[in-house]
DNA sequence: CCCTTTGAAACAG
DNA sequence: CTGTTTCAAAGGG
C-alpha cells in the first residue's frame, strides 16, 4: 500500500487486485477525531500506466506519507475487503465499508434531488439482486432512463455504490464506468454480476 | 436566465 | 435492426 499525498486534505492510495490485473485507486480524507476515512473516489483501471498518468494529471506528489495507525488499518482493510469480494466470498462491499470506518457523503455526491433519488433507490438492490434502468425509474417515478443511466456514470465510486446491478431491461449488459459495448469495463461488470450469482447473457 | 445538446435507455415498428 | 420518445443535466449564448 503506498500512500501518496494530493494536497492539504485529499489523499490517495492504490493497490492491484489479487484476482486480476486491474488496479484500484481511491482518494479521500480523514476525519481525525473520528478516527474514519472519507471516501472521495474510486478509480478502476487495466494498466499501472495509466494510474501515474492519473497522478501526474492531477498534480500529485509522489513522495510517500505517515500514515496514521487507524488509517493504515483501515485502507488495510479496505484493500482486503475488495480482494475477498473478487475472490468470491460473499461481501456487500457498500455494507462492509460501513463497518470498516469508512463513510460515504451520498449527498455530497449526489447533490441534486435527481441523482440522490437514483442512488437511494439503487442502494435497495442488495447482493444477489439485480435492476434494470427502467425499474429505478418506476421507484423514483421518472421516465428519465437515460438521466438514469447519466447518474450512474458519474458514480465516484464504483464496486461500493452497485451500479454494477444495473442493467438494461432488453437483458443487455449496459454500460459500466462510462463506457458501453465491449472492453474490460463491461467484463468486469459481467464479472461483478456472476460473483453475485447473476449470469446476465 | 433560456435555448440547445447529450446521453451505461426504452419502446414501437 | 432502425427511428422516435424521454427528461435531467451540462454547456453556450
Known sequence: MDKIDQGEKVSIFYFKLEEMDLYILISYELDTKKKKVGLNRLFLCAEKEL??????RF???S???EVQDFEEQILTNLEQ???DYFSGKNVDLYEKVQELNVEIDLKKMFNSEFSYNVIKALLEIKNGE?????HIGNKINSKAYRAIGNVLKNNPVPLIIPCH???RKDGKIGGFMGIEGNGWETDLKKKMLMIEGISPN
Open 165 to 167: 446491478r444495473v442493467i
Open 59 to 61: 498534480n500529485l506528489a
Open 81 to 83: 475487503a475488495i480482494n
Open 63 to 65: 513522495s510517500l506519507l
Open 51 to 56: 494510474i501515474n498518468k492519473y497522478i501526474k
Open 130 to 134: 439485480y435492476t434494470t434502468y427502467s
